[in-house]
């Protein structure tokens, strides 16, 4: 299949999600696959959606005291190899350097699969009092992570990007409440950019990230009835700071060793986005996040040529607030161009012809909705604001009622079994937090338990597998 293709999507969404939503990331021009298997080309109007959850991430990550930095690409084996659960819980997915041109390389260097092991050996040289803390750092970069075998465009690549949080703090009670601001920032953006709902809780220990002590997830749903993990924030404790000898001199004088956390959002919540938004027409991208906001399609004949397009270019003047486009092609007809604009996801289109001129008026069309109105000229850009805010909001409302709809309820495991059997989707369960009832319920119904929801109530329910008290619901589901 032709990355460049513009013809239209030929999967239906509910019939063959799989192949509808390849479909939908590479004709509209999105991206694109690479040589390499597992690793994605952005390109332009995918990479600027990328540029603008960066932004807006990191904006509110300054806001809070968080600096960026940045440390190289490459970790020497020897310091990998310092937390001995971290190493094992990545040894799968490491990509090697062994030789530079025709020489072997003295130690092996492992391609970043994240960065606590290079980063720590060297912020240990950084701290030395409780002045210095706390400390709280991030860099924007790439990682490769390379076990699995069968790769999800955008879902799952072997390189993505992201931002890596690291944090250091003299206190657990520091280091502990940082995570609702963190969590906070990325439910902003995930909820307000993304247009994306999910559940915030807390992952099972055995899915909690290599070397932590507490993983804290958001956990999304896709058409397909799976689950996907969103951005997420781990509590390190102490275990990085003592494997690399982070110590600081506290204000009684004692040495101690520093409390760490880590946190990320990557690429993958792209591919949430147009799974999520995106329909049998093609893309559907929120215009908080979107290249194009909106794309001005002058109509015009051979008499009104002219007259149209001059009066559309001081239409854009009106829209110059907002990431608009003047279509002006001359050999595609209107029709294709709305075609296009609408495979390419671009949330509004105004369309200017030699009626509209006349009257004073442009035209709006939604590409969630398809919906039309006409507007005045001169109240053109306040009603294109007014639209695209309808429209972030209703692409949001929607995601959330799907979600609602798509979460279940079960008070047995053959209750869990038949959900997960037949409807698919998430599906809340008491459970007693016990780890062999985690895995029986794994065996039974297939799937696992996502995260354990953080807004809820104290449980009155009993374990579906044991019969014990459950303190809490469990969020179950199957995840790609």
């Known amino acids: ?13 509910a019939e063959n999600f799989d192949e509808w939503y390849t479909q939908v990331i590479l004709k509209s ?3 694109d696959y690479s040589p390499v298997s597992g690793c994605v080309v952005y390109r332009p109007s995918g990479y600027a959606i990328w540029e603008n959850i960066q932004k ?5 990550f300054k806001a809070a005291g968080i600096s960026n930095t940045y440390f190289p690409l490459f970790i020497p084996e020897r310091l990998l190899k310092k937390e001995a659960e971290h190493v094992e819980g990545f040894a799968p997915e490491v990509a090697w350097v062994t030789e530079t ?3 072997k390389v003295e130690e092996r260097l492992a391609i970043r699969p994240t960065s606590e092991a290079l980063m720590y050996e060297v912020v240990a040289r950084w701290v030395r009092s409780w002045r210095d803390l706390p400390m709280r750092l991030n860099q924007w970069n790439n990682v490769v992570r390379w076990e699995f075998k069968n790769p999800t465009f955008i879902l799952r690549s072997r390189e993505f990007l992201w931002n890596e949080g690291h944090s250091l703090f003299a206190t657990r009670e520091e280091a502990d409440a940082e995570r609702a601001q963190i969590l906070g920032i990325y439910r902003k953006i995930t909820e ?7 559940y915030v809780g807390k992952k099972t220990r055995g899915e909690t990230f290599a070397g932590a002590e507490g993983t804290y997830s958001i956990e999304h749903l896709l058409p397909d009835g799976k689950a996907i993990q969103g951005p997420d924030w781990h509590a390190d404790g102490q275990n990085f700071s003592k494997a690399f000898g982070i110590v600081f001199i506290d204000k009684e004088g004692n040495k101690q060793f520093a409390y760490q956390n880590t946190w990320a959002i990557s690429t993958r919540e792209i591919g949430v986005m147009l799974a999520v938004h995106s329909d049998d027409r093609g893309a559907v991208v929120p215009p908080r996040l979107a290249a194009v906001q909106v794309v001005l399609v002058p109509i015009v004949n051979d008499e009104s040529k002219q007259a149209v397009l001059a009066e559309a270019k001081k239409l854009m003047a009106s829209l110059s ?3 608009a486009r003047l279509d002006d092609r001359d050999h595609l007809t209107p029709g294709r161009k709305f075609n296009e604009w609408e495979l390419k996801g671009v ?4 369309e200017f012809g030699p009626r509209d001129m006349r009257d004073g008026q442009a035209v709006l069309v939604r590409r969630d909705t398809g919906g039309k109105r006409a507007v005045k000229v001169g109240e053109l850009s306040a009603e294109v604001s007014k639209e695209l805010d309808a429209i972030q909001s209703s692409l949001f409302a929607r995601a959330s009622d799907a979600l609602r709809r798509n979460t279940h309820d079960a008070s047995t495991l053959e209750e869990l079994k038949s959900i997960m059997a037949d409807e698919g989707g998430m599906v809340r369960v008491p459970w007693c937090g016990d780890a062999t009832c985690e895995a029986k319920a794994r065996e039974v119904a297939g799937g696992k338990i996502l995260n354990v929801p953080l807004d809820q109530g104290p449980g009155d329910g009993r374990c579906i597998v044991c ?7 469990a969020l179950y589901g199957r995840s790609y």
């Open 321 to 323: 607030s907002f990431r």
């Open 347 to 350: 949330p509004l289109r105004v």
């Open 192 to 198: 307000e950019y993304l247009a994306l709902p999910g």
């Open 467 to 473: 019969g014990k008290d459950a303190p809490a619901f």
């Open 1 to 13: 299949m032709s990355g460049t293709s513009q013809e239209g999507i030929t999967a239906k969404k």
């Open 29 to 31: 021009e999105i991206a």
């Open 101 to 103: 041109g025709s020489s």
């Open 56 to 60: 807006e991430t990191d904006a509110l």
